[in-house]
């Protein structure tokens, strides 16, 4: 059974650090380019990073750029959202992405809440 499982959410302050963990299974995440996208309350989903297969190439949103990272383990079957000095702006339902050619998988989400 496929799944991504995503963790790490929280509350926190602004100008604190949370990281968001996504661990799979039921499919092999070295063959998927993994993203993370979020989802404001009254907004669209929007991308927020993406890291390769191999981890050698990543790219993220300009509104994210310099405080967020993505990188992955797949000996672990697990990619990683590292974020540092969070705006109340970032809050958000964050989600996994899982994709090839033929596949995408999408986790349930985890809350981030920046507030004071």
């Known amino acids: 059974q496929v799944q991504l499982v995503e963790s790490g959410g929280g509350l926190v302050q602004p100008g604190g650090s949370l990281r968001l963990s996504c661990a799979a299974s039921?499919?092999?995440?070295?063959?998927?380019?993994m993203k993370w996208y979020r989802q404001a309350p009254g907004k669209e989903r929007e991308f927020v990073a993406r890291?390769?297969?191999?981890?050698?190439?990543?790219n993220s949103a300009d509104s994210v750029k310099g405080r967020f990272t993505i990188s992955r383990d797949n000996a672990k079957n697990t990619v990683y959202l590292q974020m540092n000095n969070l705006k109340a702006e970032d809050t958000a339902l964050y989600y996994c992405?899982?994709?090839?050619?033929?596949?995408?998988?999408w986790g349930q989400g985890t809350q981030v809440t920046v507030s004071s």
């Open positions: 890291i390769a297969p191999n981890g050698g190439l990543t």
């Open positions: 992405n899982a994709e090839s050619g033929y596949n995408n998988y």
């Open positions: 039921g499919f092999t995440l070295r063959q998927y380019t």
